[in-house]
């Protein structure tokens, strides 16, 4: 198989991968039923009794938090009959209340009111025995993830050394500015592959090739589900897209001068920048289909930001990711008709494809591996360069982690 050649010999995914249903029907199960995936910001569930509902692998499934403040995720049916509970996100009092026949559940899951059923005969009915099934959740430094196998790893693991190369951001303290919907006729893996890699970089995103120039990205992979690059530095432009707000306070020279790219695994696509961050979580709805929802995200350091000052932002990346979703979406319909047959790929422009072909190949034969990463960011790969400002991890960061 071509997926599991090295990189020097490998070949891209089948057309099947992307556009058959019965493919499609299998990844839900073996790749998003078995992986931490992403159904938020944290944000998102700060406000007391804030609850989200969101799809995970074809579950419906409800994030709240209890009366303590504790993360809790629930399986959205009642288990009376199965009637789901929550439409859409909401805010909740002390109880979860099933619209059918009024049986309520507490905040932790728990059954605590059963109107005018345990009067009605019911023999050897114990409560305790039907609250809500609850499903494995986290938050990750700004984002929130559910899991719904219990033999996953840890989410820690499951991300590796990244809690260490993000450490400097201090993520866990930034707050969402602006969220957008979006839809895309593509398939949600045409959509991360295509952040993955910067070899369509000249050809489809002129404008950004001059703030993130080929020539200064550099791998950014340790051992972890994830893909990554890093523009080291980042440059301003004369639009100045990328210098209107003010950088993050306290960030290391690598940090304060790079862009991190990063594409956590599965549905993830997550742009650190010194002053944003712009987080794109994929949602599969088909083959064909994908709902992406765009966020993003101002450091505690910056205070008000008036709409124009945004407006540059917010539209240099519109304008970008309309670039990117015309160029899926042909993408899509080349390899739902166009007879194609795997290709080979870049190993400098394409490596992180690779990576990820392969974390896919271990979900679907249930493989637990978590990759290996590059040995150290400062070492030429695949005929790219030496990253000038290498990330490094400090000296507090190593004795904790002793």
Known sequence: MG????????????AAAYADEHFFDVERE????????CVGIHDELS?????????????????TRNTSGELRGFLNACRHRGTRLLDGDCTLGSTIRCPYH???????????????????GVDRFDTADYGLHTVRVAVWQCLV?????????????????????????????WHSHQTLPVEIEANWKLISENFQEYYHLCWVHPELARVSRVRDHYRYQGPGMYCGQTTTPISSDERGDWATMPPAE???????????????FPNVLLSILPNHICVMRLEAIAPGVTHETCTWLLPPSTG?????????????????????????????????????????LSPRFEEPLHRFHNMLADRF???????????????????????????????SQTREGN
């Open 102 to 120: 009024r049986w309520g559940y507490d905040l932790d899951g728990n059954l605590v009111s059963t109107p005018q059923f345990a009067d009605a």
């Open 304 to 344: 008000h930001v008036p709409d124009e000052d945004f407006a540059v932002t917010r539209d240099f990346w519109l304008d970008l990711n309309a670039e990117d979703i015309d160029i899926v979406q042909r993408g899509q319909r080349g390899l739902a008709t166009g007879g194609y047959t795997p290709g080979r």
């Open 145 to 173: 993830f559910v899991c719904l196998s219990e033999e996953t790893l840890p989410i820690e693991a499951w991300f590796g050394d990244l809690d260490q190369r993000l450490a400097g951001y201090r993520l866990a303290d």
């Open 3 to 14: 997926t599991r050649r090295p990189i020097l010999e490998a070949h891209a995914l089948p």
């Open 47 to 63: 406000k007391p009794g804030s609850a989200i509902v969101r799809l995970v692998a074809g579950r419906s499934v409800i994030l």
């Open 30 to 37: 073996e790749v998003f039923a078995t992986s931490w995936v």
């Open 365 to 395: 034969n249930g493989v637990p591996r978590i990759p290996d990463g590059d040995e150290s960011d400062d070492q030429p790969l695949y005929g790219t360069g030496v990253n000038p400002l290498p990330w490094r991890m400090v000296e």
């Open 250 to 264: 306290g960030l290391d020279p690598s940090d304060s001068a790079s862009g991190r790219f990063i594409a956590l």
